[in-house]
């Protein structure tokens, strides 16, 4: 059976978000607290069964310390290298978390070099 394209960005979604969360070291349950979306929604999502509303786009960004535009990007499968970004620290941290090439340790090592260098530290 062949996936259409929504099922695969959905998956595809739902894996980056997936990345995101354990890159800020945050529970599957940690997230759906401070998104305040329901642990089994947020579960769903990670295993791309929906698609997430714009509200939730902007919960989870949030929790996640990312840029809602970033993640709305992601959502409907757009590259992040087109789309504008008005901070260049958005765009570093935005490249390095979607760098596939990256295994999620090295991708945290790498945000928390950078921010260190950029003197905004914190593990998200």
């Keep these: 059976m062949t996936m259409s394209m929504n099922e695969a960005a959905f998956e595809a979604f739902g894996a980056y978000l997936r990345s995101q969360?354990?890159?800020a070291q945050l529970t599957l349950r940690e997230l759906s607290d401070l998104a305040q979306v329901s642990n089994p929604y947020l579960s769903q999502l990670e295993r791309g069964l929906h698609q997430?509303?714009?509200?939730v786009i902007k919960s989870?960004?949030?929790a996640l310390n990312l840029s809602a535009e970033t993640?709305?990007?992601q959502a409907a499968g757009i590259s992040e290298?087109?789309?504008?970004?008005?901070d260049d620290s958005n765009d570093t941290e935005a490249s390095i978390r979607?760098?596939?090439s990256l295994s999620d340790e090295q991708k945290a090592a790498l945000l928390e070099v950078y921010r260190s260098m950029k003197g905004t530290n914190r593990l998200s």
């Design 52 to 55: 997430p509303s714009v509200r």
């Design 60 to 62: 989870l960004a949030k």
């Design 21 to 23: 969360r354990k890159l």
């Design 81 to 86: 290298q087109n789309g504008h970004f008005s």
């Design 71 to 73: 993640l709305l990007a």
């Design 98 to 100: 979607a760098d596939v």
